[in-house]
Structures are given as C-alpha cells and as structure tokens.
C-alpha cells in the first residue's frame, strides 16, 4: 500500500506517531499559536505553559510550564508519542 493508511495518509517511517492504544496514528497538522495557555490534567495542577515562537528557519518550538510536570497537565488515559 506505499505506507498510505486506509483514512488516506501517508506514513514517514523517520518521522511517526503512536497513540495510547499502541496503534499508529496520523502527524498533527497544526502547531499550537506562541502564547500563555492556563493547563491541568483535571487533578491537582493547573499552570501556565508557555509556547514559544519557532526560531527562524526552525519548525521546532520551546515551551515550559510555571509548575508541575507534564505528568501533571496530561490527560492520562489520552496519551501520543512522537518517534524521530
């Protein structure tokens, strides 16, 4: 099938996600706007992240949190995982 998924995507063998059911999933199209986004996992956190914009000719972008870790702003049973 040339790495194309049934829903019409194409898979990037050096550039894949997988999401919390072990299953390969779609890349996100979207990047999150540079900006302070108030966060919780809906338990005992909630903070600021702050997403940085991308540096020139970079797609990449920084971010941190005000406190807690991510564990603390995740949403357990919905998790993803980016493999580069």
Known sequence: ??????AG?????NDW?????????EKPKFS???????????????TVLTVEPPEVGDTQQ???LDNGKLY???HL???SARYK
Do not use: Q, S
């Open 9 to 13: 995507w194409t898979f990037d063998k």
């Open 77 to 79: 049973p919905c998790r």
């Open 32 to 46: 999150l706007p540079a900006g302070r986004y108030l966060v919780t996992g809906g338990r005992l956190v909630t």
């Open 62 to 64: 920084r971010w941190k």
């Open 72 to 74: 603390d702003i995740t």
């Open 1 to 6: 099938n040339g790495g194309k998924a049934k």
């Open 17 to 25: 996600w997988l999401e919390e059911h072990g299953i390969i999933m």
